[in-house]
Structures are given as C-alpha cells and as structure tokens.
C-alpha cells in the first residue's frame, strides 16, 4: 500500500504550486486564527485556483462557529474538512463534505473508541497531546500508543520530518502521514527541497517495508 502524504498549513500560491508539482496528494490550509500559519479567504481563494486535477484540498478547523465553516466551504470549494477542537461527529457530518477528526494522543488513549465514536470519518488523525494547543505543535508522540493494525485509516502528524517519517510508517503502516512545519524554512513558508526529501524518505521506507512484509 502506498502511503499518501499531505503537505499542511501552506500560505501562499508559490509554494502551494511548488508543493503539489513536487507529487504529494494534498495540500492543507489552516483556518484558526491562532497558528502562524493561518489564512485569509482570499488567499484561500488564490491558492484553490492553481491546485491541480487529483490534489486533494483539505481545510483545518478548530472549534469554529458552523456559519463561518459554511463561508469558508463555499469560498473556497474544498474536497475535504479536518477538525481539531471538540467537534462532536455530527458537528463534523453537518457540512456535507468528507472529513478527518484529529486524535491528540497521549499514554492510555483509546484510539479505537475514538474512531468509533467517529464513525463517518474518512480517517483518523494522530498528533501529539499538548495540553492547550489543539494541534500544529511540531511534537511527535510515541507511536507505540497506537494499535499495530487498524480497521480504519490512520494519518500519523506531529513532529514528522525527512529523518524520521520511516520509522513512523514502519512502526505505524499509516493510510498517510501529514507534515507541516518539518518541511518548512520559516513558519508558513515550505522549503521545496525539504518536501522533495520527505517524500524520498516516504517512498525509501515504503520499499524497506515492502521488502520485509
């Protein structure tokens, strides 16, 4: 199984056409106003109009007001959601598009009843549990809380850079992994050699894993 990569919180045109003509399979945009890498509908809008055919557009969500979701939605045309507050499943449902629910993992969290409770996700995302910050927080957690095998597809974040995004898809046989600030020169702006490192590190640990599966 190819392990899908999603390149997250992108804020400009550059580097989303960069990102996407470097081959991963989709592109993140940050929504909550906190980050450092959040940003406006226009931009939003800017960089929509160069995605590619078969990027995948995913935008992030905290805990928003359902009115500001539905502005942003059909703003900006996005293929999917992904929410990181205390959205309940049908907060998530409610919008009509796919969705991914983020999972803060820390020792003793129970994944598997999570994504049950979540049961009409695309996919459940794992990032490290930082209390306060409800995600982005550049942390990898142990990836030893998480299950061997599991039934529904798993997006491992937090922390993942070109030195260690094998070891995670080894260890965790993820559907995708999401990097953000381990590609990044500064803050918001990606580094297109780091992204074509990541993705090298990603298809390396694929083929050591093919090889010993």
Same mark, same amino acid.
């Given at each position: ?6 390149? &997250? ?12 003509? #470097? ?8 929504? @909550? ?23 995948? $557009? ?18 900006? #045309?996005?293929? &999917? ?13 409610? @919008? ?7 999972? +803060?993992?820390?020792? %003793? ?8 409770? !979540? ?5 459940? $995302?794992?990032?490290? @549990? ?14 030893? !809380? ?10 491992? *974040?937090? %922390? ?7 070891? #995670?898809? &080894? ?8 990097? *953000? *600030? ?9 580094? +297109? ?7 090298? #590190?990603?298809?390396?640990?694929? +083929? ?6």
């Amino acid at each position: 199984m190819r392990t899908r990569v999603k390149v &997250c919180g992108l804020t400009t045109v550059e580097d989303a056409r960069e990102v996407a003509q #470097a081959g991963v399979d989709a592109l993140g945009l940050v929504f @909550y106003a906190a980050s450092p890498r959040a940003v406006t509908l226009p931009v939003a809008q800017a960089i929509r109009a160069v995605v590619p055919p078969f990027v995948t $557009l995913v935008g992030l969500f905290v805990n928003h007001e359902p009115e500001e979701v539905e502005r942003i939605c059909q703003g900006v #045309a996005l293929d &999917c959601l992904q929410f990181h507050g205390d959205e309940s499943p049908a907060d998530c449902d409610r @919008y009509g598009l796919p969705f991914i629910k983020a999972a +803060r993992v820390q020792e %003793g969290f129970d994944l598997v009843q999570f994504a049950l409770k !979540y049961e009409k996700a695309q996919g459940i $995302l794992v990032d490290a @549990y930082v209390p306060g910050v409800p995600g982005g927080t550049g942390q990898t957690f142990d990836w030893g !809380y998480l299950p061997t095998h599991s039934p529904y597809p798993v997006v491992v *974040s937090g %922390g993942l850079t070109a030195h260690n995004v094998g070891e #995670a898809i &080894c260890q965790v046989h993820p559907w995708a992994v999401d990097v *953000s *600030s381990g590609v990044e020169r500064e803050p918001g702006r990606k580094d +297109r050699m780091r992204v074509r490192r990541f993705l090298a #590190a990603v298809a390396e640990a694929q +083929r050591r894993d093919g090889e010993n599966g």
